[in-house]
Every structure is written in structure tokens, then in C-alpha cells.
């Protein structure tokens, strides 16, 4: 049985994720399991318009997988597209 602990993760928001969320950092105790989950719920809640499929995740500062496992104070960085010239 997988157990739905609660963790407080640390966000950082970059470039529009910062824009829709009107913040750039922010702590979130969530149940999800894994960094996607993560997002999912996030992006549910604030409604952003960026999939996981245009994002990249850092995890204590390491670019990581979507399915990476997280644990309580972790922290998470989405680094969506960056455009420019």
C-alpha cells in the first residue's frame, strides 16, 4: 500500500508559471508521490496552461526525471520554455 504522506515542498515558479501563479516561490504541503503528480496538482489548482511535456524539474538544485520520488522539503524548480533572441 503506498501511503499518502503529506510533505511541505519548496516551488520556485519561473517566466509564466511565476506570471500565472503572481508569485515566484511559495511552500505547498501536497500528497503526491512524484514530480509529476506534483505539477498536475498544481497546475489543477492554478490553472496553468504549461503541460510537462514543455517543462523541465529540478529537485535540490538536479535536473531530474518526472517520475522522481518526492520526499518532504524537497525543493522544486519548473523551468518552463524560454524564448527569446
Known amino acids: 500500500m503506498v501511503s499518502m504522506e503529506r510533505k511541505n515542498i519548496k516551488v520556485q515558479y519561473f517566466a509564466l508559471l511565476r506570471e500565472e501563479r503572481g508569485m515566484s516561490a511559495e511552500t505547498v504541503i501536497s500528497e503526491a508521490q512524484t514530480v509529476k503528480q506534483f505539477y498536475e496538482e498544481l497546475k489543477r489548482q492554478h490553472h496553468f496552461r504549461l503541460t ?29 520554455p524560454v524564448a527569446g533572441g
Do not use: C, Q
Not at 535540490?60 to 519548473?78: C, M, Q, Y
Open 52 to 80: 510537462v511535456d514543455v517543462l523541465r524539474v529540478a529537485v535540490n538544485d538536479e535536473f531530474k526525471d518526472w517520475d522522481t520520488i518526492l520526499k518532504d522539503g524537497d525543493r522544486v524548480v519548473f523551468i518552463p
